[in-house]
């Protein structure tokens, strides 16, 4: 099965400096990569994705890249600001199976310092 | 549109018990999925409902059980509580087994 990697478990920067997380992939099946917010006590919030045909795609201040050879993928934030501040999950999924499960990495701990 | 609901949110039981826990999607969804969310082990898959029908099923004991309704609405049970089954459920809606999954809010399992 899928298995996803995510670095690093936490981060801190200040505010205004932007902000790197970086998942890997063991299924080269894969085609969907969802990244998720997790605020304290909240429920995860979909914030980005990206399928395997695009390499590269912004909201804002957030974008994702897609590297398939290297079966990777990156979240960065820039200009972070203090609510940016959560946990955020990458997820992998596999549809060529019939399957829309979503494989997820452990997390990353953000705190933007103000 | 109302955001994907759970109830209820918070739950205590006791071992040996067993549990049900409700999730309705938004409206027009017609895919469930649920999760277990634990500090150890992260967010772990359950399984996926379509049209009444389980889709998939991730590793977990046959304790674990879930259903559908005609109205999307979908179920998880939990029998034979075991301490370790203490955690966050999660339920996620998608429409037609797309990719987008919204999450609910959980319900929060405590066994003792």
């Known amino acids: 099965g899928e298995n996803v990697e995510q670095h690093p478990s936490t981060l801190s920067v200040q505010e205004g400096d932007s902000a790197v997380i970086k998942c890997t992939y063991s299924?080269?099946?894969?085609?969907?990569f969802p990244w998720y917010k997790q605020e304290l006590g909240k429920r995860p919030q979909l914030i980005i994705d990206?399928?395997?045909?695009?390499g590269e795609k912004k909201d804002q201040r957030i974008a994702v890249t897609l590297n398939k050879t290297a079966k990777h993928f990156s979240l960065h934030i820039t200009e972070t600001q203090p609510e940016d501040s959560a946990v955020y999950f990458c997820?992998?999924?596999?549809?060529?199976?019939?399957?829309?499960?979503?494989?997820f990495g452990k997390g990353t701990k953000l705190s933007v310092i103000p | 549109k109302a955001g994907v609901t759970q109830t209820p949110r918070y739950l205590i039981k006791t071992r040996g018990q067993q549990v049900t826990l409700s999730c309705s999607p938004i409206?027009?969804?017609?895919?469930v999925s649920w999760y277990q969310q634990t500090p150890g082990q992260g967010l772990q898959f359950l399984f996926e409902?379509?049209?009444?029908?389980?889709?998939n099923k991730g590793n977990f004991p046959g304790r674990f059980s879930g259903r559908q309704f005609s109205n999307s609405r979908s179920e998880m049970n939990v029998s034979t509580l075991e301490l370790g089954d203490s955690a966050l459920y999660l339920c996620?809606?998608?429409?037609?087994?797309?990719?987008?999954?919204?999450f609910g809010p959980g319900t929060r399992l405590t066994v003792t």
């Open positions: 409206s027009g969804h017609r895919s």
């Open positions: 990206i399928r395997s045909n695009v």
């Open positions: 299924d080269s099946a894969s085609n969907y």
């Open positions: 997820a992998a999924s596999d549809s060529g199976a019939g399957s829309y499960q979503l494989t």
């Open positions: 996620a809606s998608s429409f037609y087994r797309s990719y987008e999954q919204y």
């Open positions: 409902y379509f049209s009444e029908t389980q889709r």
